[in-house]
């Protein structure tokens, strides 16, 4: 009876008491305004031009944002006036998927060779990756590029535009992976070697699970690199259907009509999707990627 007769007090003192909600400070508020601010900055140039590209060309000099009408024959008509834009865009997939993957093979197996191999002259490597960042290489390179591509034979080819790229990306990927593999306790790989296993069976069983998302920082990396790069892409290439997407998307403005807006807003949507799509899916990975030393160099 006592204990029954405690139990209704407490409860009765519970309802009573007024229920505190958790305070929440002002700085939550304008770290969430901070996000919200840079997320517009990224999302409102996008919507604009999307909405551009379903307006019709009067309507596009209207000054009003949302259409009156939509019109999605801008889409038929840049597929008809440009009859190799499914062979660009499927030159810009082979190129940035073979990018992608050449340069992160070699930039695992390097990363993996100066942080877990302990090479004697690792630093140097190191630091002629480190300086590299600092020189517009793309800029200064481009003429002896050319040159070698012109003496052996591979102006006008995928491979011409392949091969410059995982160059040009391979000393960031190597920092990047190298920083990655940094983040993995040392122990991990001697109690491997303790038990009789390889650098490779150590780097393909155990490493390769431990730096996932790594992987996929670099992949991200390296596929918006290659995807949108113009530079060599326009120097290296001549032909119409060896070029990829930016190039086209740059000389699509006299095709077009000097003024026709809607168009080339339409032509910009479909080289920026398959971007947007990729990194929708990957950016839980991505941001897990960041979190665990990707950036660390």
């Not at 008809?80 to 197996?109: D, F, H, Q, R, Y």
């Not at 000389?251 to 168009?263: E, I, K, L, Y």
Request: net charge positive; charged share 10%; with cysteine.
């Amino acid at each position: 009876m006592e204990l029954s007769k405690s139990l209704t007090t407490t409860r009765a003192r519970e309802a009573e008491t007024p229920m505190h909600r958790p305070r929440v400070r002002w700085t939550h508020y304008a770290m969430h305004a901070v996000i919200i601010f840079f997320c517009l900055i990224i999302v409102a140039p996008i919507a604009w031009v999307f909405l551009m590209s379903v307006k019709s060309i009067p309507d596009a000099y209207s000054g009003h944002l949302w259409p009156e009408k939509f019109d999605f024959t801008h889409y038929t008509y840049v597929i008809e006036k440009i009859p190799t834009i499914w062979v660009n865009m499927g030159n810009s997939v082979v190129v940035t998927l073979s990018t992608v993957l050449i340069t992160c093979l070699i930039a695992t197996l390097a990363a993996y060779a100066l942080v877990h191999l302990r090479l004697s002259f690792g630093w140097v490597v190191v630091t002629i990756f480190v300086m590299s960042l600092f020189f517009p290489t793309r800029i200064v390179s481009i003429i002896g590029i050319f040159q070698i591509q012109r003496d052996v034979g591979l102006l006008n080819t995928l491979p011409g535009l392949i091969l410059p790229y995982v160059t040009l990306n391979l000393a960031l990927s190597t920092l990047i992976m190298r920083g990655i593999f940094e983040g993995i306790h040392p122990e991990i790989a001697e109690s491997a070697k303790m038990d009789g296993a390889g650098p490779v069976r150590i780097l393909i069983q155990i490493m390769i699970p431990l730096i996932a998302n790594g992987l996929v920082v670099l992949v991200i990396v390296n596929f918006v690199t290659a995807w949108g790069e113009y530079l060599l892409a326009a120097t290296l290439t001549n032909d119409q259907s060896v070029r990829t997407l930016p190039v086209v998307l740059a000389n699509a403005f006299g095709g077009f009509g000097q003024w026709a807006w809607p168009r080339l807003a339409a032509l910009y949507i479909m080289v920026i999707t398959p971007g947007i799509i990729i990194f929708a899916l990957a950016q839980r990975w991505y941001i897990k990627g960041l979190q665990e030393g990707a950036l660390k160099f």
